[in-house]
């Protein structure tokens, strides 16, 4: 059996040899370039076949190599041995052609146009044709070999090849390791994996041959920074010389620099930074003591011995507002956590990474998902070498496709199209590097907001203790006290924060007063006074930073007006030390005449936070836009850049002025649509949840109703209005990888509007639909093969309104032949639309809301002329079926088959229970419009009617539903099988009699 390195190495050269080929046979005309400029085509043929002899050389005696070894060959190696002999030959054959076109120093030369008229001189169309079919077979057969004959030797490589393993360097020798690793765990990129050992090796062969750069130039890109740009220093080689490896050491490094620069970026996500730049910066000479304690001396386990020596897991808890991740801010920027913690990790540098949950962000700022695309892409960015280990099918695909000829390497990057994370990718990609860890570093997470976090509070915390138990991992984490937290952490390590921040409290309320010049008029006129007032403020704060701020806020205005201390001191006593009565008294000093459009403007900001999968978070320009919905403001603006500004500064005003200061902007931080604006958001967490209580959104709904205002509607509106507005290169419908979010964005507003009652977004949506028109047609989710309608979209999301409207401008004869087209689409519901769309995104970050088939719109619809007797032959998944019985089965696929014996002991949910009586509501409903009672299908390789299986599945699943069930069918004349009589006889009296 032949050597699997030597023959993977071949194989990466014959592959090599055909992708250099095919380019030169395809007649490009820039084949070679000397800086910026393209050669001559003499000049390029020229080089073509110097490169092409070397390949030749190299092939020929790679062949001569592997076949006068004197193994035993295998009939792999005998296949694999006639491929090389094939490759050997035809790259023979190719140099002899080519060589005459070769212009010598002393020889005349003919001057060619292009490279294709210069190949045709010496070949016929049909030859070139024939050598670019049996180039591609020579490709199509090496990878078959690889991937089929050769995997099962690649588990060998790294353990019995050590020799000439070790002659590979360290970085090269890694990634072959982590892709030979994964072998068996991802099917799909076994292939992309096997081909980037193959290329990797090749390459490597022959960069041990020749070293085209001296090591300082190495060493130079060694120290280049992953997150710098690579392009300036690619720019600057001269790449007319050998197109086959773009043979330089220091072009593999530089390569391979810039895929890890690509996946880094790419794991990133635009908010990434968000909410750690929003948080309150840390008053001067505030939390100090957390590093100055000593195990001995404080009352709490000593953080900074954690860091020097602990492990597993330090718990910060504190109540709302104490300060937590103003605390967690401060740890992660002091200079003394870093040297704390490299005394632990020692000999081994310490890496650190930080996330931030937050309640009030997108979806993807409190999600695992996000948590680990955070944690991951701060790691790796210290660690690259540890990049193909963690994501070895993307690395492995990445690099076969940069490493062919002729093309520039930061074109091929611009080209690709990320594939989204999803959750299982990035869960073992977190596996595989804290596996890694021991042998390069110590690592140490700090994460804040467990509470902030959008899944089970129980998930988190058991997916942070399994992560916490090696020893070279620790993890600081924050919350609230709860139980579940409690449960977990409370046992180990931990401080609770408003028991210990009373000194800092102190600190910032006597430093911010004295900071007024009023105030330090009277410190010197009544100094006790005013020590006592900063005394009581302390005291009542009780450890809660964001009630101190706002008191400090109210006393500022009073030392404004000139207060005494005794008028600054009830001034702080009438404000209620329970945040939610004091938010409460906050909204109650709105002027009157405010409150209705500060009523709309807090329903904008409640409608926007319901819905977090949006494509941007909600901003001034935005709000701006949805309060002018409705008005000659909204149609009428001339969007120029100077208008955009005053609207943003507008739009600060009016939340200073009427909100009662409940509301803030904080600067964007993501990419698009960006302006001038800021990101519009409550002011603490505490705030979010008292405004969105129901109670006091009635009230917000009931002080807007006056204006006839809808915030779903205004919010879909002011989508749009963007869209019309953006420049081209911001424009979301040139951005496919977030076109599918925003449009179910929209069509969430739409159908909340709908939901509501209301039918004034029909007219935006019917605009959106002509502008995302021509978008549509080309994605793959959206495309017309797959709704050939905005229609069939419409009737999916249940906005009834909407097909209506549609439905009406319609002939009479068409009516009901629409109708019944879009039945179809009515009992698929959104489960098919919408888990197609975000499976595409990640699916952990955008929870795929599944929309039951909606009675409103299927009534609608039958109402409209939609047969449930007739087959939907217009929808090919379901043309043999007739829509009844979609209907039934649709309450049979719910629940798992009969003859199974899982509903013995099953508790279904009401959940559960609700899905399936919406179902059997459907049915009740076609019944009531003329379905046969008496239908029949086939089910589980049964015929059966469908009063028989419904009933049958109600007996075993839901008992208080059977009869209900059959009683529906009954009074629609479906009749009895000979089976079920008896029964019917039996039980039908002793169970109406016990329920009614």
Same mark, same amino acid.
């Given at each position: 059996?032949?050597?699997?390195?030597?023959?993977?190495?071949?194989?990466?050269?014959? @592959?090599?040899?055909?992708?250099?080929?095919?380019?030169?046979?395809?007649?490009?005309?820039?084949?070679?370039?000397?800086?910026?400029?393209?050669?001559?085509?003499?000049?390029?043929?020229?080089?073509?076949?110097?490169?092409?002899?070397?390949?030749?050389?190299?092939?020929?005696?790679?062949?001569?190599?592997?076949?006068?070894?004197?193994?035993?060959?295998?009939?792999?190696?005998?296949?694999?041995?006639?491929?090389?002999?094939?490759?050997?030959?035809?790259?023979?054959?190719?140099?002899?052609?080519?060589?005459?076109?070769?212009?010598?120093?002393?020889?005349?030369?003919?001057?060619?146009?292009?490279?294709?008229?210069?190949?045709?001189?010496?070949?016929?169309?049909?030859?070139?044709?024939?050598?670019?079919?049996?180039?591609?077979?020579?490709? !199509?057969?090496?990878?078959?070999?690889?991937?089929?004959?050769?995997?099962?030797?690649?588990?060998?490589?790294?353990? %019995?090849?050590?020799?000439?393993?070790?002659?590979?360097?360290?970085?090269?020798?890694?990634?072959?390791?982590?892709?030979?690793?994964?072998?068996?765990?991802?099917?799909?990129?076994?292939?992309?994996?096997?081909?980037?050992?193959?290329?990797?090796?090749?390459?490597?062969?022959?960069?041990?041959?020749?070293?085209?750069?001296?090591?300082?130039?190495?060493?130079?890109?060694?120290?280049?920074?992953?997150?710098?740009?690579?392009?300036?220093?690619?720019?600057?080689?001269?790449?007319?010389?050998?197109?086959?490896?773009? %043979? =330089?050491?220091?072009?593999?490094?530089?390569?391979?620099?810039?895929?890890?620069?690509?996946?880094?970026? %790419?794991?990133?996500?635009?908010?990434?930074?968000?909410?750690?730049?929003?948080?309150?910066?840390?008053?001067?000479?505030?939390?100090?003591?957390?590093?100055?304690?000593?195990?001995?001396?404080?009352?709490?386990?000593?953080?900074?011995?954690?860091?020097?020596?602990?492990?597993?897991?330090?718990?910060?808890?504190?109540?709302?507002?104490?300060?937590? =991740?103003?605390?967690?801010?401060?740890?992660?920027?002091?200079?003394?956590?870093?040297?704390?913690?490299?005394?632990?990790?020692?000999?081994?540098?310490?890496?650190?990474?930080?996330?931030?949950?937050?309640?009030?962000?997108?979806?993807?700022?409190?999600?695992?998902?996000?948590?680990?695309?955070?944690?991951?892409?701060?790691?790796?960015?210290?660690?690259?070498?540890?990049?193909?280990?963690?994501?070895?099918?993307?690395?492995?695909?990445?690099?076969?496709?940069?490493?062919?000829?002729?093309?520039?390497?930061?074109?091929?990057?611009?080209?690709?199209?990320?594939?989204?994370? +999803?959750?299982?990718?990035?869960?073992?990609?977190?596996?595989?590097?804290?596996?890694?860890?021991?042998?390069?570093?110590?690592?140490?997470?700090?994460?804040?907001?467990?509470?902030? #976090?959008?899944?089970?509070?129980?998930?988190?915390?058991? #997916?942070?203790?399994?992560?916490?138990?090696?020893?070279?991992?620790?993890?600081?984490?924050?919350?609230?006290?709860?139980?579940?937290?409690?449960?977990?952490?409370?046992?180990?390590?931990?401080?609770?924060?408003?028991?210990?921040?009373?000194? !800092?409290?102190?600190? #910032?309320?006597?430093? +911010?007063?004295?900071?007024?010049?009023? #105030?330090?008029?009277?410190?010197?006129?009544?100094?006790?006074?005013?020590?006592?007032?900063?005394?009581?403020?302390?005291?009542?704060?009780?450890?809660?930073?964001?009630?101190?701020?706002?008191?400090?806020?109210?006393?500022?205005?009073?030392?404004?007006?000139?207060?005494?201390?005794? !008028?600054?001191?009830?001034?702080?006593?009438?404000?209620?030390?329970?945040?939610?009565?004091?938010?409460?008294?906050?909204?109650?000093?709105?002027?009157?005449?405010?409150?209705?459009?500060?009523?709309?403007?807090?329903?904008?900001?409640?409608?926007?936070?319901?819905?977090?999968?949006?494509?941007?978070?909600?901003?001034?320009?935005?709000?701006?836009?949805?309060?002018?919905?409705?008005?000659?403001?909204?149609?009428?603006?001339?969007?120029?850049?100077?208008?955009?500004?005053?609207?943003?500064?507008?739009?600060?005003?009016?939340?200073?002025?009427?909100?009662?200061?409940?509301?803030?902007?904080?600067?964007?931080?993501?990419?698009?649509?960006?302006?001038?604006?800021?990101?519009?958001?409550?002011?603490?967490?505490?705030?979010?949840?008292?405004?969105?209580?129901? !109670?006091?959104?009635?009230?917000?709904?009931?002080?807007?109703?006056?204006?006839?205002?809808?915030?779903?509607?205004?919010?879909?509106?002011?989508?749009?209005?963007?869209?019309?507005?953006?420049?081209?290169?911001?424009?979301?419908?040139?951005?496919?990888?977030?076109?599918?979010?925003?449009?179910?964005?929209?069509?969430?507003?739409?159908?909340?509007?709908?939901?509501?009652?209301?039918?004034?977004?029909?007219?935006?949506?019917?605009?959106?639909?002509?502008?995302?028109?021509?978008?549509?047609?080309?994605? @793959?989710?959206?495309?017309?093969?797959?709704?050939?309608?905005?229609?069939?979209?419409?009737?999916?999301?249940?906005?009834?309104?909407?097909?209506?409207?549609?439905?009406?401008?319609?002939?009479?004869?068409?009516?009901?032949?629409?109708?019944?087209?879009?039945?179809?689409?009515?009992?698929?519901?959104?489960?098919?639309?919408?888990?197609?769309?975000?499976?595409?995104?990640?699916?952990?970050?955008?929870?795929?809301?599944?929309?039951?088939?909606?009675?409103?719109?299927?009534?609608?619809?039958?109402?409209?002329?939609?047969?449930?007797?007739?087959?939907?032959?217009?929808?090919?998944?379901?043309?043999?079926?007739?829509?009844?019985?979609?209907?039934?089965?649709?309450?049979?696929?719910?629940?798992?088959?009969?003859?199974?014996?899982?509903?013995?002991?099953?508790?279904?949910?009401?959940?559960?229970?609700?899905?399936?009586?919406?179902?059997?509501?459907?049915?009740?409903?076609?019944?009531?419009?003329?379905?046969?009672?008496?239908?029949?299908?086939?089910?589980?390789?049964?015929?059966?009617?469908?009063?028989?299986?419904?009933?049958?599945?109600?007996?075993?699943?839901?008992?208080?539903?059977?009869?209900?069930?059959?009683?529906?069918?009954?009074?629609?004349?479906?009749?009895?099988?000979?089976?079920?009589?008896?029964?019917?006889?039996?039980?039908?009296?002793?169970?109406?009699?016990?329920?009614?």
């Amino acid at each position: 059996m032949m050597n699997p390195l030597d023959v993977l190495s071949l194989a990466g050269t014959i @592959i090599q040899f055909v992708d250099f080929s095919s380019k030169v046979l395809a007649g490009t005309n820039e084949l070679y370039k000397s800086g910026a400029e393209a050669l001559a085509v003499h000049q390029q043929l020229g080089l073509v076949v110097d490169d092409l002899a070397k390949m030749s050389k190299r092939l020929s005696d790679s062949y001569w190599g592997l076949s006068g070894t004197g193994v035993i060959s295998t009939l792999s190696d005998d296949a694999f041995m006639f491929i090389c002999r094939d490759a050997s030959e035809l790259s023979i054959e190719l140099n002899n052609k080519l060589s005459s076109l070769k212009v010598t120093a002393s020889g005349k030369r003919r001057k060619w146009e292009t490279v294709k008229q210069a190949l045709k001189s010496v070949w016929t169309e049909k030859d070139l044709t024939a050598l670019t079919n049996r180039l591609t077979l020579l490709r !199509d057969s090496i990878q078959m070999h690889i991937v089929v004959d050769l995997r099962d030797q690649l588990d060998s490589i790294s353990s %019995n090849q050590e020799v000439r393993f070790d002659h590979l360097d360290y970085s090269t020798r890694t990634i072959i390791t982590a892709l030979l690793t994964h072998q068996g765990e991802v099917s799909k990129g076994i292939q992309d994996q096997t081909m980037a050992i193959t290329q990797l090796l090749g390459r490597m062969e022959i960069l041990a041959e020749k070293h085209a750069f001296p090591s300082g130039i190495v060493q130079q890109v060694d120290n280049i920074e992953v997150n710098q740009n690579k392009s300036l220093i690619l720019a600057g080689e001269k790449t007319s010389q050998n197109q086959v490896l773009n %043979n =330089s050491e220091w072009h593999e490094k530089a390569l391979r620099l810039q895929i890890t620069q690509y996946l880094v970026q %790419n794991l990133k996500f635009p908010a990434l930074k968000e909410r750690e730049e929003i948080i309150a910066d840390v008053y001067r000479g505030t939390f100090e003591w957390l590093f100055n304690d000593s195990h001995e001396s404080t009352p709490w386990p000593s953080f900074t011995r954690w860091l020097e020596h602990g492990s597993n897991i330090y718990w910060i808890n504190g109540k709302a507002a104490s300060g937590k =991740s103003t605390l967690m801010r401060f740890i992660c920027d002091h200079s003394k956590t870093k040297e704390f913690l490299e005394n632990w990790s020692a000999p081994l540098p310490i890496v650190i990474a930080k996330f931030y949950f937050w309640n009030s962000g997108t979806l993807v700022q409190r999600s695992l998902s996000g948590l680990l695309r955070a944690l991951l892409s701060q790691i790796l960015e210290h660690c690259p070498d540890l990049l193909p280990v963690c994501f070895p099918q993307r690395w492995a695909k990445i690099y076969t496709d940069s490493v062919r000829p002729f093309s520039e390497v930061n074109q091929k990057f611009h080209s690709m199209e990320m594939e989204y994370w +999803s959750l299982t990718e990035l869960q073992a990609a977190m596996r595989s590097l804290v596996s890694q860890s021991p042998q390069h570093f110590k690592l140490c997470l700090f994460v804040d907001g467990l509470d902030e #976090y959008e899944g089970e509070p129980s998930a988190i915390t058991k #997916y942070f203790s399994v992560l916490a138990q090696v020893p070279w991992l620790k993890i600081c984490v924050s919350s609230r006290p709860l139980l579940v937290f409690d449960d977990v952490f409370g046992s180990g390590p931990s401080l609770r924060l408003q028991d210990l921040t009373s000194t !800092d409290i102190n600190h #910032y309320v006597k430093s +911010s007063l004295q900071e007024n010049v009023n #105030y330090q008029h009277l410190c010197v006129e009544q100094p006790i006074e005013a020590l006592t007032l900063i005394r009581n403020i302390v005291s009542r704060a009780d450890g809660v930073f964001l009630w101190v701020r706002l008191v400090l806020q109210e006393i500022v205005r009073g030392l404004d007006n000139r207060d005494s201390l005794r !008028d600054l001191q009830e001034r702080m006593e009438i404000v209620p030390q329970d945040l939610e009565e004091l938010f409460s008294s906050m909204l109650e000093k709105i002027e009157p005449f405010y409150r209705k459009k500060a009523a709309s403007i807090f329903l904008i900001v409640r409608a926007a936070n319901v819905h977090q999968r949006s494509v941007k978070s909600l901003d001034t320009l935005m709000l701006s836009f949805a309060l002018d919905h409705g008005t000659s403001r909204f149609t009428d603006i001339k969007f120029k850049f100077q208008g955009l500004e005053l609207r943003n500064k507008e739009i600060n005003d009016h939340l200073k002025v009427r909100c009662a200061g409940l509301l803030e902007t904080v600067p964007k931080y993501s990419p698009g649509f960006e302006y001038l604006g800021h990101r519009v958001t409550y002011l603490h967490r505490s705030v979010r949840e008292y405004l969105e209580r129901p !109670d006091i959104h009635q009230r917000f709904a009931e002080h807007s109703n006056g204006r006839g205002f809808e915030p779903h509607t205004a919010l879909m509106s002011s989508y749009i209005k963007e869209l019309q507005i953006s420049e081209p290169r911001k424009n979301i419908l040139n951005q496919p990888s977030s076109l599918p979010l925003f449009l179910a964005t929209v069509l969430h507003y739409a159908h909340d509007a709908d939901i509501a009652g209301s039918n004034a977004y029909v007219e935006p949506l019917d605009k959106f639909a002509t502008l995302t028109h021509s978008a549509r047609c080309k994605s @793959i989710i959206w495309a017309p093969a797959k709704f050939s309608s905005f229609l069939h979209i419409a009737t999916k999301w249940d906005l009834c309104a909407y097909v209506r409207v549609l439905l009406e401008r319609l002939t009479s004869e068409t009516k009901g032949i629409v109708a019944h087209t879009l039945l179809a689409y009515a009992l698929a519901g959104t489960d098919e639309y919408y888990v197609h769309g975000m499976e595409q995104m990640d699916n952990s970050d955008y929870r795929r809301d599944r929309f039951p088939p909606s009675n409103r719109m299927i009534e609608l619809l039958l109402q409209y002329g939609a047969q449930p007797n007739k087959k939907l032959k217009d929808f090919p998944a379901l043309r043999e079926w007739t829509a009844f019985e979609i209907a039934v089965r649709n309450v049979c696929a719910i629940l798992p088959p009969v003859d199974t014996e899982e509903s013995e002991n099953r508790q279904y949910s009401e959940e559960e229970k609700s899905l399936v009586s919406n179902h059997l509501a459907i049915v009740k409903l076609m019944l009531d419009n003329g379905a046969d009672a008496n239908t029949t299908l086939t089910h589980q390789g049964r015929t059966i009617t469908s009063r028989k299986l419904l009933t049958e599945t109600m007996g075993k699943y839901w008992r208080s539903q059977e009869w209900k069930v059959d009683e529906m069918f009954r009074m629609k004349g479906g009749k009895l099988e000979p089976s079920m009589i008896k029964k019917w006889i039996m039980t039908r009296g002793k169970y109406w009699v016990g329920k009614y």
